[in-house]
């Protein structure tokens, strides 16, 4: 009798102690389950952010050229109106020359004038 006392007081601690032991197992495979997902998740949350990095560092480049290729428009642009200036002071210079060329022409022209007048 004593025998089948802790028999029995035995097996219906074994049982609570597989029962304990099956919702800890269950507990455990839920929480797996959970992290398992999250890893999921994660790793596409991951594979979106890799794309975005790729697209900012593509669309960067392309500025970063666009910006160097509005630099060199812009210093040819005033390369070119430096030499325009340039030339247009030259032909300035030259026109002032030609005035004071004409009107020294013009005033020996009237002193000539006068002196066969006289």
Same mark, same amino acid.
């Given at each position: 009798?004593?025998?089948?006392?802790?028999?029995?007081?035995?097996?219906?601690? +074994?049982?609570?102690?597989?029962?304990?032991?099956?919702?800890?197992?269950?507990?455990?495979?839920?929480?797996?389950?959970?992290?398992?997902?999250?890893?999921?998740?994660?790793?596409?949350?991951?594979?979106?952010?890799?794309?975005?990095?790729?697209?900012?560092?593509?669309?960067?480049?392309?500025?970063?050229?666009?910006?160097?290729?509005?630099?060199?428009?812009?210093?040819?642009? +005033?390369?070119?109106?430096?030499?325009?200036?340039?030339?247009?002071?030259?032909?300035?210079?030259?026109?002032?020359?030609?005035?004071?060329?004409?009107?020294?022409?013009?005033?020996?022209?009237?002193?000539?004038?006068?002196?066969?007048?006289?």
């Amino acid at each position: 009798m004593m025998v089948a006392k802790i028999s029995t007081e035995h097996k219906v601690e +074994v049982d609570r102690l597989e029962s304990e032991f099956n919702r800890q197992i269950t507990i455990l495979n839920e929480s797996e389950k959970h992290l398992k997902e999250m890893l999921v998740q994660s790793e596409i949350q991951n594979h979106d952010l890799n794309l975005k990095n790729q697209e900012t560092t593509i669309l960067l480049t392309k500025l970063q050229e666009e910006i160097s290729r509005s630099l060199k428009t812009h210093e040819e642009e +005033v390369q070119l109106r430096l030499q325009f200036e340039q030339k247009l002071n030259g032909l300035h210079s030259i026109h002032r020359d030609l005035q004071t060329k004409y009107d020294r022409a013009a005033i020996e022209i009237l002193n000539l004038e006068t002196l066969t007048k006289i």
